[in-house]
């Protein structure tokens, strides 16, 4: 398995603890947007926005972020077709984050796949079963 493939589809927990030093020391200018389903209540992916994304998501009506990974502006669906329409933005007490809330178009908001090759609902598809473990929530 290649070191993606496992980051994304493995069973070992190797999460990322300087992903937002990396973000702040890189001078991304973004806020953390979470991603929920309007209807089900689901949390289906965290992303970044900056000025530009949000602005591009209130005027699209459908979900804009930034990539911290690409340097660039992110509409979600763009190349897959899984958009995922607005249904309100709500932003924090402390105006440091976002919450859009979506009803998702097409197979689903997470890039990977599961067994099938259908695009998962969701990016949080797998459960902590010990403090170095992880286990497929779809895996039925």
Not at 49 to 55: K, M
Not at 99 to 111: E, F, M, S, T, W
Not at 116 to 129: M, S, V
């Amino acid at each position: 398995m290649s070191d993606h493939t496992e980051l994304e589809e493995g069973t070992a927990l190797t999460l990322d603890f300087t992903k937002l030093t990396k973000i702040g020391g890189d001078g991304h200018q973004v806020v953390p947007v979470a991603v929920q389903d309007a209807d089900t209540g689901e949390v289906l992916i965290v992303a970044y926005a900056n000025h530009e994304a949000l602005e591009a998501t209130l005027e699209r009506g459908e979900a804009v972020f930034y990539s911290t990974s690409r340097n660039e502006i992110w509409h979600k669906g763009a190349t897959s077709g899984d958009t995922l329409a607005i249904v309100d933005v709500l932003v924090n007490c402390e105006q440091n984050s976002l919450l859009y809330r979506v009803r998702p178009n097409g197979q689903g908001a997470c890039h990977t796949k599961d067994e099938a090759g259908k695009a998962r609902a969701g990016c949080y598809y797998r459960t902590i079963t010990s403090p170095s473990t992880l286990s497929h929530a779809d895996a039925s």
